[in-house]
């Protein structure tokens, strides 16, 4: 069965970063919408016209619209021995949606990384980028948004046993070890040979 992974933390926390370097090892893809949204913002397309002004803002767009792209990507052949996803859900009605896919597809959410990082940490990260949502004021917002709208996630999956913390502060290769180490331990046959002779 695959392996399917939510990346979740607040802006700055590195998702990307750790998202872009997990395909190329798992052979798995990296679904952001974050990405997704600007490609289509980009192209002009109607839906780039109709979320252009939310990313701008630094306000969470429609849970419909990222409900839908979401939807479409999950179906996609290649998301079969599993995914990514870097920035879905980010609130508890898209979590619900989520798991209500998942459901129909019959391949339940293995486990859902938490990167931690504190508010000060996240400002002068993201006061080095370069986005049109890292103007200061933005930044601020999309902070509080994360924490009005998304944070609530973390109990959400804690209730569901499926959270795994992650310090996000540590540089790169640390947290790339860190995460590592859990996708491992899912991988792992519980209760295989080895665990059993390891009790011994
Ligand atoms: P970051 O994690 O640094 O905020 P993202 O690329 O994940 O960057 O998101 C950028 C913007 O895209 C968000 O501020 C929001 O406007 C929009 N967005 C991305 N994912 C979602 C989502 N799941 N639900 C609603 N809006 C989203």
């Keep these: 069965m695959g392996l399917d992974l939510v ?10 970063t750790q998202a872009a370097r997990l395909p ?11 990405d997704i949204l600007r490609a289509q913002v980009d192209a002009g397309t109607p839906l780039g016209q109709q979320v252009r002004s939310y990313l701008n803002r630094g306000e969470l767009v429609p849970d419909q619209l990222v409900v839908d792209i979401i939807r479409h990507r999950l179906n996609e052949p290649d998301t079969e021995a599993g995914f990514i996803l870097d920035g879905f859900p980010r609130t ?9 896919m998942l459901a129909e597809l019959h391949r339940p959410l293995d486990a859902v990384l938490y990167l ?6 996240l ?10 949502d890292d103007r200061p004021e933005i930044v601020d917002h999309r902070i509080d948004v994360f924490l ?4 609530p996630l973390i109990g959400y999956y804690g209730d569901q046993g499926k959270l795994r913390l992650i310090n996000g502060a540590d ?18 046959p519980s209760g295989g040979p080895q665990a059993r002779r390891t009790g011994s």
């Design 92 to 100: 508890v009605t898209q979590a619900q949606a989520l798991d209500a």
């Design 171 to 188: 540089p790169p290769d640390r947290v790339a070890a860190a995460i590592d180490e859990v996708i491992r331990s899912l991988l792992a």
């Design 24 to 34: 190329a090892q798992y052979h798995i893809p990296a679904i952001a919408t974050g």
């Design 116 to 121: 931690q990082v504190d508010r000060q940490a």
């Design 7 to 16: 990346l979740l933390g607040p802006p700055g926390s590195g998702k990307g």
């Design 123 to 132: 400002q002068d990260r993201l006061g080095q980028r370069h986005r049109q």
């Design 148 to 151: 009005e709208q998304t944070a």
